[in-house]
């Protein structure tokens, strides 16, 4: 089943919301000491982050190219999109290396290297999100 916009919305909304708060060290729920997380909130919330940010940078790259003739008005969809063609890789890789740099070591030194990471990915999120719903949203033109 496709998602809709809307439904993608909701999704980077509650990712944003889950991992401004695991990543100031203050989750929703206690991990188990001796879970696979040792309660670690930061890897676990890394870990739940990444497969919904690669669905949701995709959900925009596919939809940007698929509507590409109509969004030729907007330029600046054409360019956050290539900026993500073009380093979204990176972007996910630099998360990954500082994730296991931060589970072999969970310096505050570390987490904030991660965190810093990761706002790189969410400002991301939050712009194709923004993309994606203003021209969705916007009435046709006569």
Same mark, same amino acid.
């Given at each position: 089943?496709?998602?809709?916009? =809307?439904?993608?919305?909701?999704?980077?909304? $509650?990712?944003?919301?889950? %991992?401004?708060? +695991?990543?100031?060290?203050?989750?929703?729920?206690?991990? &188990?000491?001796?879970? $696979?997380?040792? %309660?670690?909130?930061?890897?676990?919330?890394?870990?739940?982050?990444?497969?919904?940010?690669?669905? @949701? @940078? !995709?959900?925009?790259?596919?939809?940007?190219?698929?509507?590409?003739?109509?969004? =030729?008005?907007?330029?600046? @969809?054409?360019? %956050? +999109?290539?900026?993500?063609?073009?380093?979204?890789?990176?972007?996910?890789?630099? $998360?990954?290396?500082?994730?296991?740099?931060?589970?072999?070591?969970? %310096? =505050?030194?570390?987490?904030?290297?991660? &965190?810093?990471?990761?706002? $790189? @990915?969410? +400002?991301?999120?939050?712009? +194709?999100? !923004?993309?994606?719903?203003?021209?969705?949203?916007?009435?046709?033109?006569?």
């Amino acid at each position: 089943m496709k998602k809709t916009l =809307k439904e993608y919305a909701i999704i980077i909304a $509650v990712w944003i919301a889950i %991992s401004g708060i +695991a990543l100031l060290g203050s989750g929703c729920h206690a991990l &188990s000491p001796t879970g $696979v997380y040792k %309660s670690d909130q930061v890897i676990y919330t890394v870990e739940l982050m990444q497969p919904t940010a690669h669905e @949701i @940078i !995709g959900t925009f790259l596919r939809w940007e190219m698929n509507n590409a003739p109509v969004l =030729k008005r907007w330029p600046e @969809i054409h360019k %956050s +999109a290539e900026k993500m063609r073009n380093n979204a890789a990176a972007w996910f890789q630099t $998360v990954n290396n500082l994730h296991d740099a931060y589970k072999l070591d969970p %310096s =505050k030194e570390n987490k904030d290297k991660l &965190s810093q990471a990761l706002a $790189v @990915i969410q +400002a991301a999120l939050l712009e +194709a999100n !923004g993309y994606m719903i203003a021209r969705a949203v916007q009435p046709k033109p006569l």
